[in-house]
């Protein structure tokens, strides 16, 4: 076994159904593949730069067995859904007593989907449904809260979609059942699917509502300049509506970022989403440039 290599990749597709594909949720994170061979435990990205300094809460990897490498998504979750700027902030950082010091109170999850290597086979001829079982059963085994097991489901792809964008997240990830693991190819048996139609967008105002917030006022840029864009009233889940209100409630400002005819609790514009259709979903906290 030669570490490090480069993970399998996603093609783009549009929503569909199949019985020969597994669904599941495209984690907006950091991809990594964790591994442990003779000369200890390993944790790299798709650049195959070292990320175990990044991420000493996931130390608990260094006991997966010899010859075992594991697939996955680092995320760092706030109610459930991933921030990604947060993060990036993070991951930017290469001193461990940083790293550390940021870990402690917001820790990150490892959310694995695969297992290219088990107990020193190489499993990359294997079908995905075999190396699933074989990363759920190393998921198991560690028994931290830190790395999870990504569950999806067979078939209703379309259902599978339309929920989990409801819910916050950044789309679906198909892949065939039978795929085998081709690293650093990006292959069709693996499909990326997303949002069509979404642009960012910055929030500048929110009207309250009993389940955290009821509409959002966004602005996007234009020409290199931020202006008004819409007034977004759907596709917010519950949780989502109530992290909003979370965010927004410390960014409170007199007057909008930018001329805007409406009405809301104007806010500094420090919060972006997406924008268009599907409705537009919550992505975290971030710079409006």
């Known amino acids: 076994m030669k570490l490090p290599f480069a993970p399998m990749l996603a093609v783009k597709a549009e929503p569909f159904d199949s019985p020969e594909y597994l669904f599941e949720i495209k984690w907006d994170g950091?991809?990594?593949?964790a591994g442990r061979d003779t000369g200890g435990w390993r944790l790299w990205g798709r650049d195959l730069a070292d990320y175990r300094v990044r991420y000493p809460?996931?130390?608990a990897l260094a006991a997966l067995p010899a010859g075992t490498?594991?697939?996955?998504?680092i995320v760092l979750l706030s109610g459930g859904l991933p921030y990604l700027n947060a993060l990036l902030a993070r991951h930017g950082l290469s001193a461990a007593r940083a790293a550390q010091a940021r870990g402690q109170p917001r820790p990150v999850t490892y959310v694995v989907f695969d297992a290219p290597y088990a107990l020193g086979r190489c499993l990359f001829g294997r079908p995905l449904a075999v190396r699933r079982e074989a990363a759920r059963e190393r998921v198991?085994?560690?028994a931290d809260a830190r790395v999870v097991f990504a569950e999806g489901v067979v078939g209703a792809g379309r259902a599978f979609f339309a929920r989990v964008v409801a819910a916050g997240q950044e789309g679906v990830l198909a892949k065939h059942l039978a795929s085998r693991y081709q690293p650093g190819r990006r292959c069709a048996a693996w499909k990326k699917i997303k949002p069509a139609g979404r642009v960012p967008a910055v929030v500048i105002g929110y009207e309250p509502g009993?389940?955290?917030v009821r509409s959002l006022q966004v602005a996007a840029l234009c020409a290199g300049q931020l202006r008004y864009a819409a007034c977004l009233r759907s596709g917010l889940s519950g949780p989502v509506r109530r992290r909003l209100a979370e965010l927004l409630a410390g960014q409170v400002r007199a007057r909008p970022a930018v001329p805007c005819a409406g009405r809301a609790v104007w806010v500094e514009p420090a919060v972006y989403?997406?924008?268009g259709?599907?409705?537009a979903v919550c992505a975290g906290p971030a710079s409006p440039a």
């Open 210 to 212: 009993p389940r955290g």
């Open 57 to 59: 809460e996931l130390a």
């Open 277 to 279: 259709r599907p409705p």
């Open 273 to 275: 989403c997406w924008g």
């Open 140 to 142: 198991r085994a560690l």
């Open 69 to 73: 490498v594991l697939d996955g998504e």
């Open 30 to 33: 950091v991809r990594a593949l």
